[in-house]
Structures are given as structure tokens and as C-alpha cells.
């Protein structure tokens, strides 16, 4: 398993980045840890494993953000410890329909620690970004 925070942070953000494009709930959910809180852009706070992330997700996937697009880029990843990384990367969304139609811009912050033989996150706080 590696411990370069750059690549295990980029990893990190592919694997939510492919699994919201294919609007997948299930492998959304598997790049969190069994007991992860997750903020939303809202601020509404998700607490619970890759199962609960996942179905809360597929829910999301299959209404407002139904055929949506994301674009993750990492902008920064270091170790704050032995074991835990922190990073923040940034998303571009384009969503045809629903509440949020059109382009926007977030900001994220993790917090990754191994579980098993994987890295997963286990804090995710996304924040829209305002003009």
C-alpha cells in the first residue's frame, strides 16, 4: 500500500469522480470509511459508512442531479500524521436539471486513513463556492 499523499489523495478523488459519473451510489460510497462524516454543500451533516454515503448519494443521483457531470482536481494532499492524510481539491459541476442547472464550483477538505489495505475518507466537508 503506498503512503504518497498525493497519489493516494488523487486516487481518492477519481474513484468519487468516476463513481458520479456513472451515477453510481454503491462505489460513491466505497471511498469512505466505516464511520465517515460527510458535510454536503448544503452544511447538512451525513454520518455513517460507504453503505449509508451510497444509498444518500444514488438518492441525489437519481433526482437533482439526475445525468450531471463532475470534475475533481486535487489541490493539495499532506500527512498530518503516521496515518492520516488531509487534503482539498476542488470540483466543477455541470448538472442539466434540477435546483443546481448549469456550472458550479466547490471546494473540498478530507481527511484520509487506511482501512484495511485501502485509503478511505472518514471527514469530507464540500463547500459551494459563490461569486
Do not use: C
Amino acid at each position: 500500500m503506498t503512503t504518497n499523499p498525493t497519489s493516494i489523495a488523487e486516487a481518492f478523488y477519481a474513484t468519487i469522480q468516476d463513481a458520479w459519473n456513472r451515477a453510481d451510489g454503491a462505489a460513491f460510497g466505497s471511498a469512505f470509511g466505516a464511520d465517515t462524516e460527510f458535510i454536503d454543500t448544503r452544511g447538512v451533516k451525513h454520518h455513517g459508512g460507504p453503505a449509508r454515503i451510497g444509498t444518500d448519494h444514488q438518492g441525489i443521483f437519481d433526482s437533482i442531479y439526475k445525468g450531471s457531470v463532475i470534475r475533481y482536481d486535487l489541490e493539495r494532499a499532506r500527512m498530518v500524521g503516521s496515518d492520516v492524510i488531509l487534503a482539498n481539491g476542488r470540483a466543477t459541476l455541470d448538472a442539466p436539471g434540477g435546483p443546481l442547472r448549469g456550472i458550479h464550483h466547490a471546494v473540498s477538505t478530507v481527511v484520509l486513513i487506511p482501512e484495511g489495505d485501502e485509503w478511505r475518507a472518514i471527514a469530507f466537508h464540500n463547500t459551494l463556492v459563490t461569486a
